[in-house]
T-cell receptor, first 114, second 113 residues
Framework: DAGVIQSPRHEVTEMGQEVTLRCKPISGHDYLFWYRQTMMRGLELLIY????????DSGMPEDRFSAKMPNASFSTLKIQPSEPRDSAVYFC????????????FGPGTRLTVL | AQSVTQPDIHITVSEGASLELRCNYS??????LFWYVQSPGQGLQLLLK??????LVQGIKGFEAEFKRSQSSFNLRKPSVHWSDAAEYFCAVGARGNEKLTFGTGTRLTIIP
């Protein structure tokens, strides 16, 4: 079975550009999570969805960040405009509705903003 | 609020030696506890989890962890490490009714021959 799929795996962009990260969760999973990982701050939860509805976006750093989940098999995290401090690895994770806790992570997108 | 502390940032052990990675949590109710492993360039993979019952839980790759409520700890152990165990290890805490997991800052494990 395919796991969580993220694209692109690497993204290099210049400050001020728009960046879109994509995630396909595991089929049948009701929850989707977006995380950011940096050396300084570790693994931070940005936002999570339940049945395509955003439940908690309190971790989204600022208005430059937005996330959508138009259907059960696709989610995007957009940064507009991007800044060098956004450079990080962004992970998407999903889990079934009835499972408690365990999240299945994608391979991540390494974002570098120059 | 729930929190997780992994006091060791980096640990180095010899191949074949035993391993213990420390994790302390803070949570008012009964926690759900997890250990994840992250190999370089990869996402996080679940090693094991504790919800209730037997306080010694077995996971994949020969790992085990013991839940000690009195010490608020959930330490990860392996009797004999292999070079392929070199990775970063994360402890996480969650709870029923709270969909979020709180992760520790991770412990990087280096294996020397």
């Amino acid at each position: 079975d395919a796991g969580v799929i993220q694209s692109p795996r690497h993204e290099v962009t210049e400050m001020g550009q728009e960046v879109t990260l994509r995630c396909k969760p595991i089929s049948g999973h009701d929850y989707l999570f977006w995380y950011r990982q940096t050396m300084m701050r570790g693994l931070e939860l940005l936002i999570y969805f339940n049945n395509n509805v955003p439940i908690d976006d309190s971790g989204m750093p600022e208005d430059r960040f937005s996330a959508k989940m138009p259907n059960a098999s696709f989610s995007t995290l957009k940064i507009q405009p991007s800044e060098p401090r956004d450079s990080a690895v962004y992970f998407c994770a999903s889990r079934p509705g009835l499972a408690v806790g365990e999240q299945f992570f994608g391979p991540g997108t390494r974002l570098t903003v120059l | 609020a729930q929190s997780v502390t992994q006091p060791d940032i980096h640990i180095t052990v010899s191949e074949g030696a035993s391993l213990e990675l420390r994790c302390n949590y803070s949570y008012g109710a009964t926690p759900y506890l997890f250990w994840y492993v992250q190999s370089p360039g990869q996402g996080l993979q679940l090693l094991l989890k504790y919800f209730s019952g037997d306080t010694l839980v077995q996971g994949i790759k020969g790992f085990e962890a013991e839940f000690k409520r009195s010490q608020s700890s959930f330490n990860l152990r392996k009797p004999s490490v292999h070079w392929s165990d070199a990775a970063e290890y994360f402890c996480a805490v969650g709870a029923r009714g709270n969909e979020k997991l709180t992760f520790g800052t991770g412990t990087r494990l280096t294996i020397i021959p």
